[in-house]
C-alpha cells in the first residue's frame, strides 16, 4: 500500500539547516505529485512547497521561497525539504503527502482548498527552531 514516511526533524538555531525527507513505497512515485506541508495543532495545514515526480517542477509558496527548496531522487523513492535560515516562527510539525495521477497542477496541489483530496499523508516529523 501507499506509504509516506518524515524523518530529518529535529531541534535547531535560528538561522540553522534542516533537510527533511520524505520516503516513498507502494507506487510509483513518477506518476505523482509530492507535497511538504507544516501545521500547528489547532490551526489550518500549510501548504509548503510540492513537486512532480514525472518532471521534477515545482511549486513553492512565496512565504519560503527564499529559504525553502524541494526536490526528489526517484531512483531512491524519496522527496526532500532543504529549508536554510530557519526562525522560530518554522517550528512546526512537517508533513508530506501524495496527490494521485490526474492532480490539477502544482500550485493546486499545495492550496489549502485541495488539502481535502490528498489521500495519502505521512506520521510527521516536528521542527523546533530555538532563539
Known amino acids: 500500500q501507499v506509504q509516506l514516511a518524515e524523518s530529518g526533524g529535529g531541534l535547531v538555531q535560528t538561522g540553522g539547516s534542516l533537510r527533511l525527507s520524505c520516503a516513498t513505497s507502494g507506487f510509483t512515485l513518477d506518476y505523482y505529485a509530492i507535497g511538504w506541508f507544516r501545521q500547528v495543532p489547532g490551526k489550518e495545514r500549510e501548504g509548503l512547497s510540492c513537486?512532480?515526480?514525472?518532471?521534477?517542477?515545482?511549486s513553492t509558496d512565496d512565504s519560503v521561497k527564499d529559504r525553502f527548496s524541494i526536490s526528489t531522487d526517484n531512483a531512491k523513492r524519496t522527496v526532500y525539504l532543504q529549508m536554510n535560515n530557519l526562525k522560530v516562527e518554522d517550528t512546526d510539525v512537517y508533513y508530506c503527502?501524495?496527490?494521485?495521477?490526474?492532480?490539477?497542477?502544482?500550485?493546486?496541489?499545495?492550496?489549502?482548498?485541495?488539502?481535502?483530496?490528498?489521500?495519502?499523508w505521512g506520521q510527521g516529523t516536528p521542527v523546533n527552531v530555538s532563539s
Open positions: 513537486i512532480s515526480g514525472s518532471d521534477g517542477s515545482t
Open positions: 503527502a501524495a496527490a494521485r495521477p490526474g492532480y490539477p497542477n502544482l500550485i493546486s496541489v499545495c492550496s489549502s482548498w485541495y488539502l481535502g483530496n490528498l489521500e495519502y
